[in-house]
């Protein structure tokens, strides 16, 4: 049962990833259409048992746009030649994702802008309405 270790608490089995091997357009010349030399990775987000739920619940929100409607994440590497390098690329992709989602957000504390702050901003805006007074045709005063 071979392991991929994300960080000391969470580790991904392999048998969670479907890999699967395709053509690949690019560089390569006349390899390009011999050797599926690009990979398309798949892992299931929403039902993996090795994602603890608050790292689930992450992901799914930060991926949304990037998951299949059961909750699937398709990874694709054809960036280089060879297989061997997409598919490392494509798993250290991964890797980085769930890394990413293991990091909690700070939480947001609610603060008030200093009342000299407010004051500056509203003479700002007067002096900048004063400004846009002066502006246009002169008046002719009775």
């Known amino acids: 049962m071979a392991e991929i270790r994300i960080t000391p608490e969470i580790a991904i089995d392999e048998r969670e990833l479907e890999e699967s091997f395709v053509l690949a357009s690019g560089p390569g010349g006349q390899n390009v259409n011999k050797v599926s030399s690009a990979v398309q990775l798949r892992f299931n987000v929403a039902f993996s048992p090795s994602l603890p739920e608050p790292v689930r619940y992450r992901m799914m929100i930060?991926?949304?746009?990037?998951?299949?409607?059961?909750?699937?994440?398709?990874l694709v590497g054809r960036q280089y030649r060879d297989q061997i390098r997409n598919r490392a690329e494509v798993r250290e992709r991964l890797i980085e994702l769930i890394r990413t989602a293991t990091i909690e957000p700070k939480k947001r504390y609610k603060t008030k802008p200093p009342r000299a702050a407010k004051e500056n901003r509203l003479q700002g805006k007067r002096k900048n309405a004063e400004l846009k007074n002066t502006r246009g045709r002169p008046r002719a005063d009775d």
Do not use: P
């Open 62 to 74: 930060a991926l949304k746009s990037r998951l299949t409607k059961d909750g699937e994440l398709i």
